[in-house]
């Protein structure tokens, strides 16, 4: 493997970092028991050594959404010697696995099923969390959500095997809601992938030829990067319930501070109503505050005859004695930095 990567261009050794051993074991990676799998990942495991100051951090396979007998035995058997993480996997489908649903023709009452299956998320993290405490209660082993976003059905007249999708504004949002809680239970979950980034499923990106469109989802990942090293901060809100059928929390938020920034996000899951947003900062004296809006109507989306539709634009907000006031338009994702 030496003489081929050199043959390839590579002199140096590749200093990887992340080793995820087994994928979906319980699934189409092996149609493993739990019981099965800890012990070939342990055999594994002892062979994916460190070498020339090169740390392993390696990751197990746990549970498929709410397999938690999965997550069980897993850390029944495994410690911080033999894992840094476990992974969890968990699609937001508004359909079932046969019919998934459109990605950009869909209900209003769809749209609310779809950012209630979204959060059902927290749920899992928290159910998973509680039995990793028991197993692990320094948090030595982390929860890595490697595999999340919304799958709809494949676009009409493209390949199947290639799971191409577009990306409107309710995937925006479900992004939105998604990374506000992996921020909010960053104390247990240390990494979260969505799960493709260019042309398959909720893409950041869609290519045709020459051709680039950022889509919503791009979007709310820029609007969030000031969270990515930071530190979680307590953000609870309270808001009403929206909804057609399914119901859902108005807000979605999550707060972080880094280099003497408080970021706050913000999502508005109403498709019709304004929120009229009045939070309080304690413990963080702010002078000053900068927003920026990501908002459309819940079918807009970005395309390659038309990629600028929806983009972010500076938004205005009051801070007034470390109080922020705030009117958030309907499907609407806002980042305010404080500082």
Not at 22 to 38: A, K, L, Q
Not at 226 to 240: I, N, P, R, T
């Amino acid at each position: 493997m030496t003489e081929l990567r050199r043959k390839n261009g590579r002199e140096k050794p590749w200093k990887l970092k992340y080793l995820g051993i087994g994928n979906e074991s319980w699934g189409c990676g092996g149609s493993m028991r739990p019981e099965f799998y800890v012990d070939e990942y342990r055999r594994y495991q002892t062979f994916c050594r460190n070498f020339s100051g090169n740390e392993l951090f390696r990751i197990a396979c746990g549970p498929n959404t709410d397999d938690y007998y999965w997550t069980e035995n897993i850390m029944k058997h495994l410690n911080q010697w033999t894992a840094h993480g476990i992974s969890l996997h968990y699609y937001t489908l508004p359909g079932d696995w046969n019919n998934k649903g459109s990605a950009r023709d869909f209900s209003v009452p769809e749209y609310y099923t779809t950012i209630s299956k979204t959060l059902y998320i927290e749920e899992l993290i928290r159910r998973h969390g509680e039995i990793m405490n028991r197993y692990d209660p320094e948090h030595k082993i982390g929860l890595i959500v490697d595999e999340w976003g919304c799958w709809y059905d494949i676009e009409e007249g493209t390949n199947p095997g290639f799971l191409y999708q577009q990306n409107t504004m309710r995937d925006a949002i479900a992004a939105a809601c998604n990374l506000n809680i992996f921020n909010r239970h960053s104390d247990r979950v240390i990494m979260a992938n969505l799960a493709q980034a260019v042309n398959v499923l909720q893409a950041l990106i869609l290519t045709e030829g020459e051709k680039m469109v950022l889509t919503p989802t791009y979007h709310v990942f820029d609007l969030y990067k000031s969270h990515q090293g930071a530190e979680s901060v307590y953000c609870y809100s309270d808001s009403q319930t929206v909804g057609e059928g399914a119901k859902v929390p108005m807000l979605s938020a999550s707060a972080s501070v880094k280099d003497s920034k408080l970021t706050i996000t913000v999502a508005n899951c109403s498709v019709s109503d304004e929120a009229d947003v009045d939070l309080s900062v304690f413990g963080f004296d702010a002078k000053s505050a900068e927003a920026r809006i990501w908002t459309g109507e819940c079918h807009a989306l970005n395309d390659f005859d038309s990629s600028e539709k929806v983009i972010p634009k500076t938004f205005d907000v009051s801070l007034i004695n470390g109080r922020i006031s705030a009117v958030i338009l309907p499907c609407s994702v806002v980042s305010m930095i404080l500082s």
